[in-house]
């Protein structure tokens, strides 16, 4: 399985793919791929580290696994091909952004941009089973996803962590509130986003942090 992924982040984590669950994780992948419908399409499984460089990031929006209905994942968390409806977590992401930074929502669902810009859009698990949701998980995609967001809080300063709901909350122990900002609020699936995501305004909050710490801010 070639591992589209930028020079950056090769570097970073070539200890990582060296490990042995790693050599498992790849051996299941790739026989996943030829024996069954997977998402996204395995040249972009590693999408969000091929926009976002280790030295760009500036935010992680962290998700738990890719959506699993056709044409839809193409390896940034939460985002969705142009031209495809947008799923209900997405939706609602949009109506806090319109709430939050009075803005227009956005015509498409492609979040590409944000990627460019130093947002590391990234799920827990980078792969699933056509219709089949969480079925990826627990083979060490969460390991090696573990490790992207220990090596950012530990080799980086004043990162912006943003974790909506409490699967991506669980993967937060390790990234040090004194050098990053945690955002955490409730998942903005429609079973939760009213228990707290709407309202939560990550985006404001977001650009207001990386503007004290002298960083440009996200053109959301």
Not at 72 to 83: I, Y
Not at 112 to 129: I, S
Not at 159 to 181: M, N, P, T
Request: proline content about 6%; some cysteine.
């Amino acid at each position: 399985m070639k591992i589209e992924i930028a020079p950056s982040w090769k570097d970073k984590l070539k200890d990582e793919f060296e490990k042995p669950y790693f050599q498992n994780l790849e051996m299941f992948v790739k026989d996943a791929y030829q024996k069954q419908q997977v998402f996204p399409p395995s040249s972009e499984i590693y999408n969000a580290f091929a926009h976002c460089t280790f030295e760009n990031t500036k935010v992680v929006i962290l998700g738990q696994d890719p959506y699993h209905g056709p044409g839809q994942a193409h390896g940034l968390a939460f985002s969705v091909r142009e031209g495809m409806p947008f799923p209900p977590s997405l939706r609602n992401i949009f109506k806090e952004l319109k709430s939050d930074m009075s803005q227009d929502v956005p015509w498409q669902g492609n979040l590409d941009h944000w990627a460019d810009q130093g947002v590391l859009l990234l799920n827990a698990t980078l792969t699933v089973e056509a219709n089949k949701a969480g079925s990826h998980q627990g083979k060490g995609w969460e390991e090696f996803t573990d490790a992207v967001i220990r090596k950012l809080a530990e080799d980086k300063e004043n990162l912006v962590f943003i974790l909506w709901g409490a699967y991506a909350q669980k993967k937060a122990g390790f990234i040090s509130e004194d050098r990053h900002l945690k955002l955490m609020a409730p998942h903005p699936s429609p079973l939760s986003a009213h228990r707290g995501f709407f309202g939560s305004a990550p985006f404001s909050q977001t650009n207001d942090y990386l503007r004290a710490h002298g960083k440009e801010a996200i053109l959301w």
